[in-house]
Nanobody, 127 residues
Framework: QVQLVESGGGLVQAGGSLRLSCAAS????????MGWFRQAPGKEREFVAA????????YYADSVKGRFTISRDNAKNTGYLQMNNLKPEDTAVYYC????????????????????WGQGTQVTVSS
């Protein structure tokens, strides 16, 4: 079992930054693939970024490349999503997710690939 708790969401103006955290328990963050997804009202949950277990390979959605950075701190057993140059279209509930088994470039982007989810944190970007 893996428990995930997100934090760091809030209200920010366009062009601003936020850092989301995902505190994990039950397994080390390096032993799972950690993904970030988001869901805006009336829309499907979409992939944002992922960091693969062990080797730390990174995956990003095209919409956030160059603006968002995913990372993990093994000592704190926490994953992070640094979000810079935020846009109103980034407004959504952000979720972190974990998958203990290996993942591919394709499955890293699919919500159903992940076994464990946090409760979500709201990010609102005003124009």
């Amino acid at each position: 079992q893996v428990q995930l708790v997100e934090s760091g969401g809030g209200l920010v103006q366009a062009g601003g930054s936020l850092r989301l955290s995902c505190a994990a328990s039950g397994r080390t963050v390096s032993s799972v693939t950690m993904g970030w997804f988001r869901q805006a009202p009336g829309k499907e949950r979409e992939f944002v970024a992922a960091i693969r277990k062990n080797d730390g390979s990174l995956y990003y959605a095209d919409s956030v490349k160059g603006r968002f950075t995913i990372s993990r701190d093994n000592a704190k057993n926490t994953g992070y999503l640094q979000m810079n140059n935020l846009k109103p279209e980034d407004t959504a509930v952000y979720y972190c997710a974990a998958k203990p088994l290996l993942i591919t470039t394709t499955t890293a982007q699919v919500p159903s690939s992940y076994n464990y989810w946090g409760q979500g944190t709201q990010v609102t970007v005003s124009s």
